[in-house]
């Protein structure tokens, strides 16, 4: 009997990534892949342990998809990611209905993992992340045909006092330029226009490898592989943001005018004690120079409320300086107190319900930002990324390069025939909190 297979993820992008190169090496093996895991004789969560909330979710994911062994065909329920690398011991001990666990250095030994755990031998497999993929593990993607994320680095060496990622996920190291060139090529075979570059810390990539920062020479690279149009960056750090950074975004039209950089706040003294780069004035320098040298630049970043310390003070200040920066996008995070993190031993901890109605506000003044941000495209044309088409309401949709997948706003767009996964001459007609509509421009 062939084994039909589920894989499950939860998480970031990078999360994804990992799913796909184990879907890849499970239909390699010659077992079926199946998207319902009621259909599934074995399920894979991939799980995210970033937060609290985040551990919520994968657990409670566990514990419902358990129930499948009664209900399904279920045999066998694996859980990988970070969740398992942090904490192995409590979850085999404390989870019987688990049947084995990877870690985030250990996944693309999935199948030795599966075949242990139809053998009842509970395996564990979690060691030391040091792990890096390459271009030669098959992948199946899982997002649409025209869009991919290709991880340049994983790890992270910062130190954040609020962070669990260099626990979960090793020190920083950078694959190879030409492992990431190959694989970019790879996937614009395979039909893919948009690579979305991703890492715990982007703008470190190559320090470990060459002399010095590599990701300009990067980004001009992936963009001249044939087929691809967009090349998108998330997840820069703001203290290795450099100028010839700055220039390799001005200068390339293939490269995105979109920057993923995570500030985390803005008042001095928690920056200081969440050992951020630099202070307020540095970010606001760096802001500067990139906006005026790339003048329609979208601008992403999150803000963490409710720090140790933070008094209603710094929070009246950050909120004004989320004002007066006019983010293109924001995300907003309320403090989670990690074990293991030197945040969790700092004094004046803030209580759920104070960490919870700052994010509301927060959210609340970024709404009219972003309201009054959208407003700008109308009437301009821009070109649009054209994902899906929707019948009952007889509309294409589709993304800016102003827009990431998924967590970004969209595009509708009317009267006029366009192609899926291919770029189309939008003209902006209309402008709502996120998301923008037009006509297409034959």
Same mark, same amino acid.
């Given at each position: 009997?062939?084994?039909?297979? %589920? =894989?499950? !993820?939860?998480?970031?992008?990078?999360? $994804?990534? @990992?799913?796909?190169?184990?879907?890849? *090496? #499970?239909?390699?093996?010659?077992?079926?892949?199946?998207?319902?895991?009621?259909?599934?004789?074995?399920?894979?969560?991939?799980?995210?342990?970033?937060?609290?909330?985040?551990?919520?979710? %994968? =657990?409670? !994911?566990?514990?419902?998809?358990?129930? $499948?062994? @009664?209900?399904?065909?279920?045999?066998? *329920? #694996?859980?990988?990611?970070?969740?398992?690398?942090?904490?192995?011991?409590?979850?085999?001990?404390?989870?019987?209905?688990?049947?084995?666990?990877?870690?985030?250095?250990?996944?693309?030994?999935?199948?030795?993992?599966?075949?242990?755990?139809?053998?009842?031998?509970?395996?564990?497999?979690?060691?030391?992340?040091?792990?890096?993929?390459?271009?030669?593990?098959?992948?199946?993607?899982?997002?649409?045909?025209?869009?991919?994320?290709?991880?340049?680095?994983?790890?992270?060496?910062?130190?954040?006092?609020?962070?669990?990622?260099?626990?979960?996920?090793?020190?920083?190291?950078?694959?190879?330029?030409?492992?990431?060139?190959?694989?970019?090529?790879?996937?614009?075979?395979?039909?893919?226009?948009?690579?979305?570059?991703?890492?715990?810390?982007?703008?470190?990539?190559?320090?470990?490898?060459?002399?010095?920062?590599?990701?300009?020479?990067?980004?001009?690279?992936?963009?001249?592989?044939?087929?691809?149009?967009?090349?998108?960056?998330?997840?820069?750090?703001?203290?290795?943001?450099?100028?010839?950074?700055?220039?390799?975004?001005?200068?390339?039209?293939?490269?995105?005018?979109?920057?993923?950089?995570?500030?985390?706040?803005?008042?001095?003294?928690?920056?200081?004690?969440?050992?951020?780069?630099?202070?307020?004035?540095?970010?606001?320098?760096?802001?500067?120079?990139?906006?005026?040298?790339?003048?329609?630049?979208?601008?992403?970043?999150?803000?963490?409320?409710?720090?140790?310390?933070?008094?209603?003070?710094?929070?009246?200040?950050?909120?004004?300086?989320?004002?007066?920066?006019?983010?293109?996008?924001?995300?907003?995070?309320?403090?989670?107190?990690?074990?293991?993190?030197?945040?969790?031993?700092?004094?004046?901890?803030?209580?759920?319900?104070?960490?919870?109605?700052?994010?509301?506000?927060?959210?609340?003044?970024?709404?009219?930002?972003?309201?009054?941000?959208?407003?700008?495209?109308?009437?301009?044309?821009?070109?649009?990324?054209?994902?899906?088409?929707?019948?009952?309401?007889?509309?294409?949709?589709?993304?800016?390069?102003?827009?990431?997948?998924?967590?970004?706003?969209?595009?509708?767009?009317?009267?006029?025939?366009?192609?899926?996964?291919?770029?189309?001459?939008?003209?902006?007609?209309?402008?709502?909190?996120?998301?923008?509509?037009?006509?297409?421009?034959?």
């Amino acid at each position: 009997m062939i084994e039909k297979v %589920s =894989v499950v !993820t939860l998480g970031c992008e990078k999360n $994804l990534v @990992d799913s796909e190169i184990m879907s890849g *090496l #499970i239909h390699q093996r010659g077992f079926s892949l199946v998207e319902k895991p009621e259909d599934a004789t074995v399920i894979i969560v991939n799980t995210c342990g970033f937060i609290d909330a985040a551990k919520e979710e %994968s =657990v409670n !994911t566990i514990l419902n998809l358990a129930e $499948l062994k @009664d209900t399904a065909r279920l045999k066998a *329920l #694996i859980v990988s990611g970070c969740l398992t690398q942090r904490y192995k011991k409590e979850l085999m001990d404390e989870m019987p209905e688990i049947d084995g666990i990877v870690g985030t250095g250990d996944f693309h030994r999935i199948n030795e993992i599966i075949d242990e755990a139809l053998r009842g031998r509970k395996p564990v497999y979690v060691g030391n992340p040091v792990f890096n993929y390459e271009e030669n593990l098959p992948r199946l993607l899982s997002t649409p045909r025209h869009t991919a994320y290709v991880k340049i680095a994983e790890g992270c060496d910062n130190a954040c006092t609020f962070c669990s990622i260099p626990i979960m996920r090793g020190q920083f190291r950078s694959r190879s330029m030409e492992s990431i060139l190959t694989e970019v090529k790879m996937l614009s075979g395979q039909g893919v226009r948009e690579i979305s570059l991703i890492a715990q810390d982007s703008t470190n990539y190559g320090t470990d490898l060459y002399d010095g920062f590599k990701l300009p020479e990067l980004l001009n690279r992936v963009s001249e592989v044939e087929g691809i149009a967009w090349v998108r960056l998330h997840y820069a750090y703001p203290g290795f943001f450099t100028d010839e950074l700055i220039e390799a975004i001005a200068g390339n039209p293939k490269i995105c005018d979109y920057i993923d950089m995570p500030l985390q706040h803005s008042e001095d003294s928690i920056l200081k004690r969440m050992r951020r780069p630099g202070r307020q004035r540095d970010v606001r320098e760096l802001i500067g120079k990139i906006r005026s040298r790339i003048p329609e630049v979208a601008l992403r970043t999150s803000m963490i409320v409710g720090f140790p310390g933070e008094t209603e003070e710094d929070f009246e200040k950050l909120c004004e300086f989320v004002r007066e920066m006019k983010f293109d996008r924001l995300g907003v995070f309320a403090y989670s107190q990690e074990e293991d993190t030197p945040a969790n031993r700092l004094p004046n901890q803030l209580s759920d319900e104070v960490k919870q109605f700052r994010a509301n506000t927060l959210m609340e003044i970024q709404r009219q930002v972003a309201k009054d941000n959208a407003a700008k495209y109308v009437g301009r044309t821009i070109e649009v990324l054209v994902e899906r088409y929707d019948g009952r309401s007889d509309v294409y949709i589709g993304r800016s390069q102003y827009d990431a997948p998924e967590v970004d706003g969209e595009v509708f767009i009317s009267k006029c025939p366009v192609q899926i996964g291919e770029l189309s001459k939008v003209r902006i007609t209309h402008a709502y909190e996120y998301d923008l509509s037009g006509e297409g421009i034959a």
